[in-house]
Nanobody
């Protein structure tokens, strides 16, 4: 099992940047495929980015490509989401998710473990 705790959210102006972190506790973090999802007000939870256990071939939602980068540090049991050039449409609660092995999936049902989320608010 793994427990996930997100941090780094906050209020930022459009065009600004934030770096979200997800700290994982538990053993064998390196076996987990990790992802970030978000849920905007009155919207369904959606996939943002994901990364496999080796860190290769990350995947991104089309809406964030070129602005957001996912990375992981298995030695620190952490995954990160660097968000640049933020837009008001990026306002949401961002969730870290994990599943054992496999490729990056874009459906939330494919992930077994979830954090509590961190709020990101982008003002115009």
């Amino acid at each position: 099992q793994v427990q996930l705790v997100e941090s780094g959210g906050g209020l930022v102006q459009a065009g600004g940047s934030l770096r979200l972190s997800c700290a994982a506790s538990g053993r064998l973090f390196s076996v987990y495929t990790m992802a970030w999802f978000r849920r905007a007000p009155a919207k369904e939870r959606e996939f943002v980015a994901g990364i496999t256990l080796t860190g290769g071939a990350p995947a991104y939602a089309d809406s964030v490509k070129g602005r957001i980068t996912i990375s992981r540090d298995n030695a620190k049991n952490a995954v990160y989401l660097q968000m640049n050039n933020l837009e008001p449409e990026d306002t949401a609660v961002y969730y870290c998710a994990a599943r054992v092995g496999g490729g990056v999936g874009t459906e939330s049902s494919g992930y077994e473990y979830w954090g509590q989320g961190t709020q990101v608010t982008v003002s115009s």
